[in-house]
């Protein structure tokens, strides 16, 4: 038994999609998550600035005694997670890695889709967690950078014109590449899955890597007998820009209202706030 | 005669349009133009995280000996500029100022349309600076958060039909509510503006505030007799993200390839690079 929180982090509200899946998987977990929302969104950035950013994620995060921590973000789980990962002394957990797992078990033609931001796509993170498992994988890549602004403004309804057509445009190649199982590379994506599903077709299986990552935690947790069997956990969020709006977002990608409290930090300059 | 150069800044690459408009205007002018890219973009940002990024932009400019700052971001330039002017010795431009004039002055109906990011539309500092000048004036504002990923995605042409489907979505209420002078509130709706003009009708004006800054520099600096008569200024261009990608971008903003020197530079940590 460890009654320690985990700790979870995304560059912004998106991750709070993995949240609601942990809370779903593991009730009993106190979680403290962190948005970077001063500098969202990380999906165009460099690697160099995503693993810089990611270290300040981390560290902010391990001012807490936590027993891991869990990217919740797409975007840095594909650019260096691993080598930044054996930093630290308790377990990192990216959402790519479980993703990956669950793709490669569940393909039956083996070829795979995957959308997500630029930087996920560029990365070669998935290629190479797939092949290794499953050599013979076909992997069709594609980056949808309207899919992250477009939730953002609420256009998750799939009748949504502009939703729609954006959708079509960017599934068009996976759908001719007659992929079977397509990977939802963001966190923000889970939002849209239904739209995602209908262009598709019901014969595509769709993977939450933020669904499958609590899986993973769970079982990881039970083996090294670390879980913490509370009824309900605390949850506990930190947002880099204005806590205000946080409320609406958040209940958005939680699909709940929030409860627990919100607080702003910064994580530039040790003598800020 | 004043041969320091001229300080431009912006949350990332769209800047450059106001950069093209000084090089257009000034041609004799040096420009230094920083590109947050590190931390962009600002419009969804709280106005107190707006402000500390712009303080940290102008500080970085201030290292090298410049006459003059511009910012040529709309989300600083709507978000409280006015009060962090002040605390420095050199004029600080921004180019909501002189776009607010322009609509005063070249309005009929006294109906002036504004489009922005949210937090320029959430700002009354539009409101404020035209009424000003023109107290009758009736403002109709709307946010339009897709147009730059749109742009940003590369979507300019006129018959893409979601910049389409988005544009008429986003410009039906301004339509309807016929204004006739249409303030283009981002630095990267210039690039979208032969779109929005075929929505808006041939009658109604659009108000580029980089240009109309441009041109408030010109006056200002002939009065202040603080021009560079060189032949050909030199420009330098620092980002805080990787400086790889800034050709390709720039010179969709800039409508020209890049000349110049390119830096990647760090504005949070002194320590840092």
Redesign the interface.
């Known amino acids: 038994m460890d009654t320690r929180p985990i700790g979870v982090f995304d560059s912004g509200l998106g991750g709070l999609t993995c949240v609601k899946k942990l809370m779903d998987v593991l009730p009993g977990e106190d979680i403290i998550y962190l948005g970077d929302?001063?500098?969202v969104p990380y999906g165009?950035?460099?690697r160099?600035?995503i693993l810089k950013y990611a270290r300040q994620d981390i560290a902010f995060l391990r001012r807490f005694d936590i027993k891991a921590v869990v990217a919740a973000c797409g975007t840095v789980s594909t650019n260096g997670l691993e080598e930044i990962a054996g930093d630290y002394d308790i377990p990192v957990f990216g959402v790519a890695d479980a993703a990956a797992a669950a793709a490669a078990r569940l393909t039956k033609s083996g070829r795979v889709g995957l959308i997500g931001t630029k930087a996920s796509i560029r990365s070669d993170a998935y290629d190479r967690k797939i092949l290794a498992l499953r050599p013979d994988t076909v992997i069709v890549k594609r980056a949808c950078?309207?899919f992250?602004?477009?939730v953002?403004?609420g256009r998750i309804d799939p009748h949504d014109?502009?939703l729609r057509?954006?959708a079509e445009?960017y599934l068009a190649e996976l759908r001719d590449a007659r992929v079977d199982t397509l990977i939802l590379g963001c966190t923000h994506y889970p939002l849209i899955a239904r739209t995602v599903g209908e262009i598709m077709g019901p014969e595509v299986r769709l993977i939450d890597p933020g669904a499958e990552t609590a899986q993973r935690l769970k079982t990881e947790l039970a083996r090294l007998d670390a879980g913490n069997p509370a009824r309900r956990g605390q949850r506990r969020y930190y947002v880099t820009?204005?806590a205000?709006?946080f409320g609406r977002a958040a209940s958005l990608f939680l699909e709940a209202h929030v409860e627990g409290d919100v607080k702003r930090v910064s994580l530039?300059?040790k003598t800020d706030e």
């Open positions: 929302t001063g500098r165009g950035r460099s160099e600035t950078p309207l992250v602004p477009l953002e403004e014109p502009v057509l954006v445009q820009d204005s205000e709006d530039e300059e």
